[in-house]
């Protein structure tokens, strides 16, 4: 990247965390470009400054437009930020492949395991583009895209192999209300961002139910456990599991109205059937198609995740809203740890 232009960004896509990534990066003073999938998406942007589809009521930097052509958003870009639902990552990619730049830097958004293989976003993405790990960078912590777009503080951890990648992006999104801090542990940050979402999506459900807040406290302090049990398994450090994109995380996405696997849960703690909770939300919710993965992950290293196993046979009406509180509470006492 020249040091006598600003860094370019191409944000993929134009949801509400990605639109709330384009719009950091522009206050720091990064050109950027979203992809977003409808014309009248990307016309909005680019004559009224706004996206109609998520923040209607917000002004967008005018270093923020947008194109329905990925080839255009691609040309020339220091960065490729990715903001798609982690499931569709791979079928996507490799459309989008060809067009990435060889020295892009490639910063993942997404929290969730991609089913069947059992892979992080991050793997994925070398996996299909074929470029090096230390080329792929994530971003992940307690970030509410709504209070983010109203400019209200909140902090990220920037996790890349390579530290200088990490740290010229960490400036390509440091503004006035948004802090990024740098590490090396892309395995930690990834898994607890991934795993939170299950444990919001049980946190809502006992608010749905009524169970209280002991309940939820008890969900977050044990979701914690079994999150760094499986990521220090995975060869995660453990510190990053008390940091931003693990307890950080988990705390603003089990606490918040505006969590959407919280409010999933919620739905579905209220008697809502999976389909219905998902019509009602209509919002990607990764914890619903990362709960099995993780699970699968948790076996595949021996590692006991008792939460996220009643919250999968729960999402595969295996068990019923009562049978999953109880099984629960009825699990043998132990020692903490």
């Known amino acids: 990247m020249s040091q006598h232009r600003s860094a370019r960004a191409a944000v993929f896509s134009a949801g509400s965390w990605g639109t709330a990534v384009a719009k950091i990066m522009a ?13 009248e998406i990307a016309d909005a942007i680019n004559t009224h400054h706004r996206n109609p589809g998520y923040f209607p009521d917000i002004e967008l930097p005018a ?40 020295d892009t830097v490639i910063v993942s958004l997404m929290k969730g395991i991609e089913r069947g293989s059992g892979l992080r976003a991050s793997q994925v993405i070398t996996e299909v583009t074929g470029v090096s790990a230390d080329r792929v960078a994530v971003l992940s912590g307690p970030n509410l ?66 169970l209280g807040d002991n309940a939820a406290a008890m969900l977050i302090t044990r979701g914690l456990a079994e999150t760094t049990r499986l990521a220090t398994a995975m060869g995660a450090h453990p510190a990053t599991l008390a940091g931003l994109s693990g307890l950080g995380d988990l705390v603003a ?13 919620v739905h579905l703690g209220h008697g809502l059937s999976v389909e219905e909770a998902t019509a009602t939300t209509r919002q990607t919710t990764e914890g619903i198609k990362s709960a099995e993965a993780v699970l699968d992950l948790a076996r595949a290293h021996g590692v006991e995740m008792p939460i ?30």
């Open 27 to 39: 206050d720091a003073g990064t050109d950027v470009v979203v992809h977003a999938r409808r014309s």
């Open 63 to 102: 270093s923020v437009t947008a194109t329905t052509d990925p080839v255009v958003a691609l040309e020339g870009a220091d960065y490729l930020v990715l903001s798609i639902p982690a499931q569709s990552l791979r079928a996507s990619l490799a459309a989008w492949t060809p067009h990435i730049g060889p």
């Open 145 to 210: 895209a709504p209070e983010i777009m109203d400019g209200r503080p909140a902090a990220a951890t920037v996790a890349c192999p390579d530290e200088d990648a990490a740290r010229r992006f960490q400036q390509t999104c440091h503004t006035t209300y948004f802090r990024p801090y740098t590490s090396t542990d892309v395995i930690g940050c990834e898994l607890g961002g991934a795993v939170k979402n299950v444990i919001a999506l049980a946190v809502g459900i006992g608010s749905g139910m009524g």
């Open 253 to 265: 996405s089990c606490t918040s109205p505006l969590a959407r696997n919280r409010t999933f849960g």
């Open 308 to 337: 996220t196993e009643v919250i999968s046979a729960l999402l595969n009406d295996k068990v019923t809203l009562n049978e999953a509180a109880a099984a629960l509470m009825q699990r043998p006492p132990k020692t903490e740890r």
